[in-house]
């Protein structure tokens, strides 16, 4: 069985520092992984993705993640925060090798807040 | 493009009655999903449907039904609602098989359920 953890229910960071949100995963193949973003009473946003190739994936808003296969970890990062980044950040995986369900599965969410 | 649309966006039933939840995508995407989404738990995989005229139950199917009525739409059913189905329902699309935008799974606004 696949599963995500996010261990942080909440990270709060002042504006113009870098931010990391933390994800690890379990699969028992190879991973694809994905960001998403959910705003106040709004559906679920894609921000990156990693499926192969380089582990530095680059993603929409300025957002980037860093797949680390060793450490079964892909942690969202972005050098420099804004207010408007102030949302739930959910991370998810899917196993590539397949069987059983073909959704993703997702991690309980980390609530990030941009302190002005 | 609207991409994925939700119907009703708010609903309140009595214990006991029935609903469907409508589901309809417009980017001609192959795969559709129902998720729940409850407080610090993420979201969870209701059902699935890979293709037209299959689908397949995810984490937690009990209480619910679906259909894919077609490509584009796929509704979810409760027959007989329980306080423990209030929650937050989305719906989500993905285009399977090969290409850049293979497994981006897009969700719609919900429909924010309370079961009384």
Known sequence: ??????????????????????????????????????????GLQFLLKYITGDNLVKGSYGFEAEFNKSQTSFHLKKPSALVSDSALYFCAVRDVSGGGADGLTFGKGTHLIIQP | NAGVTQTPKFQVLKTGQSMTLQCAQDMNHNSMYWYRQDPGMGLRLIYYSASEGTTDKGEVPNGYNVSRLNKREFSLRLES?????TSVYFCASTKSGSGLKTYEQYFGPGTRLTVT
């Open chain 1, 1 to 42: 069985a696949q599963s995500v953890a996010q261990p942080e229910d909440q990270v709060n960071v002042a504006e113009g520092n870098p931010l990391t949100v933390k994800c690890t995963y379990s699969v028992s193949g190879n991973p694809y992984l994905f960001w998403y973003v959910q705003y106040p009473n709004r």
């Open chain 2, 81 to 85: 609602a329980a306080p423990s189905q």
